[in-house]
């Protein structure tokens, strides 16, 4: 059995990448700190690209590929800090009319957590809510251990101006938050949410991915120019073995996430998740480490890695619960 990539996968992957390096490179990305809501132009030129309808049925005017290559085109977005509800839009593009062509914006919001947050609240044209079950662990995959609870839940839309909310601090600069205080639910969607759930989870661990690969090129990146007592640091030991452990949590984490996209389970994208938020949270940390000084200061990228990574760690499944769900599979 082959797990490598296809030719088609690489191909995507890289026009993914030359893409945003293109649309979003590090000038983009600056500015976005300082004004972080979508770039509708960018929205709309990713829409035509197939980003957001990549899963869809070609019958349908989208794309007709899988989780997989959804995974790897997020895995590069997160390698860029791409802002935006880049898992929402991927989700929901076969319900919100728009939404696969980067017309318009939605967001989807966790009801079953407290305090319930939506992300760039004034970015988007409509909002999706799930209510029930207990977050991205929900039901069950064929096979699946017997302690996946298996309700389904809800969801509800409403415009943006129908919804009640309050300025919620966020970590990310690149990420405003509002916390929502009321939302009407009288258009209730048709979701499978559970499925939903998992998948949003998966996406955002490709996220994570693409984040700690780029803090490792980051670390090697400066380990191989920055000089002391005249040598490049990256020939002393101690910052080897910083890129090393950086690279290693990278690549099992990218072993995690590619699988989890092929098997869709429930322990497999828990995992993976877990394993991704790790590797970019304590990548971004050792990155900074191998920047010294620099690495701390706002004009270096590195903290930026960082926030999103905290950020990312925290929505669709934290450790702890990951934790206690993959300790319950091993003995199921």
Known sequence: MDFQLTEEQRALKDGTRELLAGRFGRDRLRAAVEDPAPDHALWRELG??????LRLPERDGGV????????????????????????????????????????????LCEGAREPVLWEHPAGC?????????????????????E???????????????RVSCAPFASVDPLTPLARVLDLPRT???ALDVPRLRREAALLTAAQQLGSAVR???????????????????????????LCAQMLVRAEMARSAVYAASITESVLDITGA???ADEAAVRNARDCLQVHGGMGFTWE??????????????????????????????LIA
């Not at 044209?125 to 799930?130: H, K, R």
Request: proline content about 5%; some cysteine.
């Open 187 to 189: 258009e209730p969607v």
């Open 215 to 241: 803090t490792v090129e980051m670390a090697a990146g400066h380990a191989r120019e920055r000089e002391q007592f005249g040598a490049p640091i990256g020939s002393f030991q101690a910052v080897k073995q």
């Open 125 to 145: 044209d409509e909002l999706i809510l799930l209510e029930g079950g207990d977050g991205p662990h929900d039901g069950r995959a064929a096979g699946e251990m």
């Open 147 to 161: 302690g996946a609870r298996g309700r389904t839940g809800g969801a509800y839309r409403s415009a943006p101006d």
């Open 48 to 53: 035509a690209a197939g980003f957001f309808a």
């Open 300 to 329: 270096a990228d590195v903290h930026l890695h960082l926030k999103r990574a905290w950020l990312h760690a925290e929505r669709w499944g934290v450790a702890g619960e990951a934790e206690e769900l993959l300790a319950a599979g």
């Open 64 to 107: 007709g590929l899988g989780l997989p290559e959804a995974v790897l085109v997020l895995e590069e977005a997160g390698r860029a800090l791409l802002p935006g509800p880049l898992v929402a839009c991927q989700v929901l593009a076969g319900v919100v009319d728009g939404v696969a062509a980067g017309e318009r914006i939605v967001g």
């Open 273 to 275: 998740k877990l394993l």
